[in-house]
């Protein structure tokens, strides 16, 4: 896990805008620095690590292949690096220096190609190849997004990083307030792909590559799928398994197996997360039954019981035998965090769920450098009690003519009956058109009014994705979305970030290339059963733990935070964000509608993922202000 940078141009000032750019990235890579520079081509990269494999100077990067045609900087991890080492070696053209992964993946480079090289890996990474024959560029992202790359052409050039700030350090001047990327932030709590907060910066896409040749221009770099989900998803759900459930739950099993087991590769300490849930309990129990060691587990709790399932994680902890660590919050330790995340978010981010995250990820940091996690879970085994209701309640709606549902909820919504919470409700869904268009509507933050001044919405992952895309289900469909959008942007942004912020890399086994093209070949009756999702999950994981330790409602990762900020604990900061004032003069966002929407807030309980939004927008502008952006 590391943090990578460069740029073209900037002949004069190459050296100290690169260390700028590494050192506000510092936390992504404590242990070492370099970069490189190429007055030919006028292009420089650099690299902050943090040491996983081959701890040594012969892990160092910026890396040159053998031959010194490439150079590359990667962050991340290639999983298979000793399937491809084998395969090289047996052509007999590579002599190695040291056993990282990533001067194989770039040896392997060097022989097969940069496209044969991505199709042949196993991992999670973003990385950028230069060929200092060609003077060609090539910026790639891991296939489901787990490694984040920013770039952009500004002050005439093109510019990257593993993090938005490493590029705000050094561009401040050229970045501006994109209002459209912002009406999306408002509309799901996180920026979609490939939009950020400034204009003129994107974030690259998942399974994606850019590549451009010398000399440089904002044209001349072209951006393709190197490996598209939906192609994965439709192939999946046309070519179903064919085998039996039971062989379907042990075809599973070894695939996660195979995955945890490279996974736990490293010269360093290894551990995970334990939240109490299927997802993490699977990754732990087989953890463990390759470990000949107690596995670090760690796990943090609430005093507030309807949010803690810390009780959990240490009875699953006891019955596997793993080396088990908790940490209770208190409202203490997230008023110490909430400043920070505008730092280590550098974009407005109203995942709340971001501040126990990087908690744990602080624990476990204190013990090992790598923890595993069970992100991806739901996405792929069905687990989200949406993907049973929303399908439920298009049906509902979709016997009735649209015609008559937009008559039905314009009354409905203008009846003095309906309180404003419930008008809105009615409003969002009742002239849905299609499946996604309940998905879109309900799966946000839920403004609807123009919260944003001049706002509007640029296309993105859902205003591209064909309404009924897969055939195969009205659930497949949304499970997709979610992969598409709020796996990649919200679910992964926030394990990356929260992890790095205090240098720890984290993995997550379910996102493995193999075990994500087999999940969607299942049938959804394997993933599915009245109201039960992660069928086949749970059954891989009741084969280490007993049903009755698992047989509970989730009660998900998440924070008792709106109530502090409604009783008291927080209103004192949130009413300084929340001035119709300090909004006014600011002339983002409108101050009317932010002002009746908290008053709703403080009166009724209402809209709290609303005003948890805007908060974390504010923060975050105030942030910006602080660094000088």
């Not at 440089?216 to 759900?237: C, H, N, R």
């Not at 109490?276 to 587990?297: A, E, N, P, Y």
């Not at 499946?435 to 001044?453: K, L, M, Q, S």
Request: aromatic share 12%.
């Amino acid at each position: 896990m590391c943090g990578i940078a460069g740029f073209f141009g900037r002949e004069t000032t190459w050296r100290g805008d690169i260390e700028t750019m590494c050192r506000r990235m510092r936390h992504r890579g404590p242990d070492a620095k370099g970069h490189w520079h190429d007055d030919e081509g006028r292009f420089t990269l650099g690299h902050v690590r943090l040491s996983i494999l081959d701890i040594t100077e012969a892990g160092s990067q910026p890396m040159h292949s053998h031959d010194n045609r490439y150079v590359i900087v990667l962050n991340g991890e290639i999983y298979n690096h000793k399937d491809l080492k084998k395969k090289l070696e047996l052509k007999g053209q590579c002599v190695f220096r040291g056993h990282s992964d990533t001067e194989i993946f770039l040896e392997y480079i060097a022989v097969y190609g940069v496209e044969q090289a991505l199709a042949d890996s196993i991992g999670m990474f973003a990385f950028a190849l230069y060929d200092r024959t060609e003077r060609r560029l090539v910026l790639a992202r891991d296939r489901m997004g787990e490694k984040p790359l920013y770039y952009g052409y500004v002050q005439g050039g093109l510019i990257f990083a593993s993090e938005l700030g490493g590029i705000e350090a050094v561009a401040k001047e050229s970045l501006s307030l994109d209002r459209k990327a912002l009406t999306l932030y408002f509309r799901h709590g996180y920026i979609p792909a490939p939009c950020t907060i400034y204009r003129e910066i994107r974030k690259l896409s998942s399974g994606s590559m850019i590549t451009g040749t010398f000399p440089y221009s904002k044209e001349s770099f072209v951006e393709k799928k190197y490996w598209d989900i939906k192609e994965i998803a439709m192939q999946g759900t046309e070519n179903l398994f064919t085998g039996s459930y039971e062989e379907a739950v042990e075809e599973l099993r070894r695939l996660i197996f195979v995955s945890i087991e490279r996974q736990m590769v490293a010269d360093v300490p290894v551990g995970a997360f334990l939240s109490g849930g299927i997802d993490s309990g699977t990754v732990v129990s087989l953890m463990q039954s390759l470990s000949t060691r107690k596995v670090k587990t760690f796990s943090i709790g609430f005093d507030e019981p309807s949010y803690d399932e810390a009780v959990y994680s240490k009875e699953i902890a006891a019955h596997l035998g793993t080396d088990h660590l908790e940490l209770y919050v208190r409202p203490k330790d997230v008023t110490e965090i909430i400043p920070r995340l505008s730092h280590i978010f550098s974009e407005p981010f109203a995942d709340s769920s971001a501040i126990p995250t990087y908690l744990v990820s602080r624990l476990a940091r204190e013990n090992v450098t790598v923890s595993l996690s069970g992100d991806g879970g739901d996405e792929l085994f069905a687990g989200y009690e949406s993907y049973r209701s929303w399908p439920r309640l298009w049906k509902k709606i979709n016997k009735f003519p649209i015609w008559l549902r937009r008559m039905a909820g314009k009354i409905m919504g203008n009846s003095y009956f309906y309180a404003d919470r419930q008008r809105d409700a009615i409003a969002r869904y009742m002239d849905a058109t299609s499946p996604e268009d309940v998905y879109i509507r309900v799966e946000n933050v839920g403004w609807d009014e123009a919260v944003v001044c001049d706002g509007g919405a640029p296309g993105y992952a859902y205003t591209i994705y064909p309404h009924g895309f897969l055939k195969s289900s009205i659930a497949d469909n949304f499970m997709l979305l979610d992969m598409l959008l709020y796996l990649s942007d919200d679910i992964l942004t926030k394990v990356d970030r929260s992890a790095m912020a205090v240098s720890l890399e984290s993995r997550v086994p379910f996102l493995d290339r193999d075990i994500v093209r087999f999940a969607w070949s299942l049938p959804l009756s394997y993933k599915q059963d009245g109201t039960i999702g992660k069928k086949v999950l749970r059954d891989v994981l009741y084969q280490y733990v007993p049903k009755e330790l698992m047989d509970r409602p989730k009660k998900g990762f998440a924070i008792p935070i709106m109530e502090w900020v409604r009783e008291g604990r927080l209103r004192e900061w949130a009413e300084a964000l929340l001035s119709p004032e300090k909004i006014r003069q600011e002339g983002v966002l409108s101050p009317k509608v932010v002002q009746k929407t908290w008053e709703n807030f403080k009166k009724y309980a209402w809209n709290a993922n609303k005003i948890w939004a805007v908060l974390m927008f504010e923060e975050w502008l105030d942030g910006r202000r602080t660094r000088g952006a």
